[in-house]
């Protein structure tokens, strides 16, 4: 059985910092980009970046760009996301997602897998 498990969300106050973690298992953590998107009430999943599955490629969306870090440890199996400078509208559910495609971009329908999400709360 697939499983991407989100961990490291909560609340900060906007300029904070968080750290998520995705830790996967019932798969070939090498095998597959990773990607996270963040679904805010209301609002549709929207793309934030991706990785490629040796880690030595990333792709952010602009609203994150600069802000936002993603990196991948295959040996742990585990994807993580260290997001600085957060503002309020950083306000979302985040989600992991593994796609088997090379490039899947940032379209959530080329993704195969996905977690549960975890909340991430910024205040104002």
């Known amino acids: 059985e697939v499983q991407l498990v989100e961990s490291g969300g909560g609340l900060v106050q906007a300029g904070g910092s968080l750290r998520l973690s995705c830790a996967a298992s019932?798969?070939?953590?090498?095998?597959?980009?990773i990607g996270w998107f963040r679904q805010a009430p209301g609002k549709e999943r929207e793309f934030v970046v991706r990785?490629?599955?040796?880690?030595?490629?990333?792709y952010y969306a602009d609203s994150v760009k600069g802000r936002f870090t993603i990196s991948r440890d295959n040996a742990k199996n585990t994807l993580y996301l260290q997001m600085n400078s957060l503002k309020p509208e950083d306000t979302a559910v985040y989600y992991c997602?593994?796609?088997?495609?090379?490039?899947?971009?940032?379209?959530?329908?080329?993704?195969?897998?996905w977690g549960q999400g975890t909340q991430v709360t910024v205040s104002s």
């Open positions: 019932g798969i070939t953590f090498d095998d597959y980009d």
């Open positions: 997602a593994a796609s088997r495609s090379s490039w899947p971009g940032s379209a959530a329908d080329n993704y195969d897998y």
């Open positions: 990785i490629n599955r040796s880690g030595g490629s990333t």
